[in-house]
């Protein structure tokens, strides 16, 4: 029986957050093994204008939930009354702080099977199957919901899981949510706000990342780095060595305590390439390390391992990049 795929699409500043364009590619995906349509849960600032728009990528329906700027959790009522409302196999939800507010909700208002983070989901024998790592990134658990459990399954997918198809020109069906009764999440407002205190560079979405460890040896340690990844035009990552050494922020640790990373280009310096740390970066498409221990494990993986003191080839590395592209 064809069911539809939901998916949480969120907004901000007008737009679309690039998680929900990789749900949309996700939640089309899903719906081609489903047989059903991808249906999204627009919510956020701009949303009710720019929902039609995700049809460029594979959206057939989308359903408003709301348009302003306020805490995520204010819109489980609406969520919770389009989800009864319809007939769908599985709710997509983006692995962020958002999104994991809202399944959450969603998941114990309508008493709904939970899956994540997951990495991969696809539908098998007409439900949803997810894979998730666990014991630290070393195992990989395939999982369903057990026979008979209710429908829909939620999934919290992690960045990165699918691409956003691009080039798509169709346009999403749009309405209204269904008229929702209030509940204790339609009153939660914002007291307090703070801007993080480093300027944090978003990981998830960066085409190039230069991302450095413990052998970067200090907070000043990075200042090659950066400089490298401003020749790049790439952002700075580390390991959790770097950022449990208060080096660097924990925003922009990579790895399974931390973000998960799809660059173009990976160069780790001064990282050994523990597994914790691999289950965030191996989907980058290209991996250089930069390492003084022709044994690192880093080694094993990267398509190009450098053995020697990152303080040498990091700075050679951005001089030579800075004089071609000055050429
Ligand atoms: C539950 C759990 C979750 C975890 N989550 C994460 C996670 O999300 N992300 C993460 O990164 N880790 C995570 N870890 C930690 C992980 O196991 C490793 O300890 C960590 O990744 C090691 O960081 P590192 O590679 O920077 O340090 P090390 O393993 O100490 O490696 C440093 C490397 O730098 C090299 N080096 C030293 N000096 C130089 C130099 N001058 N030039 C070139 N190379 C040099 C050394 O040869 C060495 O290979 C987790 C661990 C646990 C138990």
Do not use: C
């Not at 949303?47 to 594979?58: I, S």
């Not at 560079?201 to 490298?228: C, K, M, Q, W, Y």
């Not at 790049?232 to 080096?247: I, Y």
């Amino acid at each position: 029986m064809s069911k539809d795929i939901l998916f949480l699409a969120e907004f901000a500043g007008g737009k679309p957050a690039r998680s929900a364009l990789e749900l949309a590619t996700g939640a089309a995906e899903l719906a081609t093994q489903s047989g059903g349509a991808a249906v999204a849960l627009a919510y956020g600032p701009g949303a009710a204008d720019g929902a039609a728009g995700l049809g460029a990528h594979g959206t057939a329906r989308a359903i408003v939930l709301g348009d302003e700027d306020r805490p995520a959790v204010t819109y489980v009522p609406a969520a919770v009354a389009a989800v009864r409302d319809g007939d769908a196999l599985a709710v997509l939800a983006p692995a962020t702080p958002n999104g994991r507010d809202l399944a959450a909700a969603l998941v114990g208002s309508v008493h709904l099977p939970a899956f994540g983070p997951v990495r991969t989901a696809r539908v098998v024998d007409g439900v949803l199957e997810t894979e998730q790592a666990t014991l630290q990134g070393s195992v990989i658990t395939t999982a369903r919901p057990a026979d008979g459990a209710p429908a829909p399954s939620v999934a919290l997918v992690l960045a990165n899981t699918f691409t956003p198809a691009e080039g798509g020109t169709g346009s999403a069906e749009v309405s209204e949510a269904p008229e929702a009764a209030e509940s204790a999440f339609s009153k939660a407002t914002v007291a307090e706000s703070h801007p993080a205190e480093a300027k944090v560079v978003n990981l998830e979405e960066a085409t190039v990342i230069v991302a450095g460890g413990r052998g970067v040896g200090s907070e000043d340690g990075f200042g090659p780095l950066r400089d490298l990844a401003a020749a790049l035009g790439g952002a700075v990552g580390a390991s959790r060595a770097a950022a449990d050494a208060g080096w660097i922020p924990y925003q922009l640790q990579i790895g399974q305590t931390g973000k998960v990373v799809k660059p173009a280009l990976y160069i780790g310096a001064g990282i050994s390439g523990a597994i914790q740390h691999r289950v965030g970066m191996q989907t980058a498409e290209h991996v250089i390390a930069i390492n003084r221990d022709p044994d690192a494990p880093i080694g094993e993986f990267a398509d190009l391992f450098v053995v020697g003191d990152l303080f040498q080839i990091v700075p050679a590395l951005t001089d030579e990049i800075k004089r071609r592209r000055s050429g």
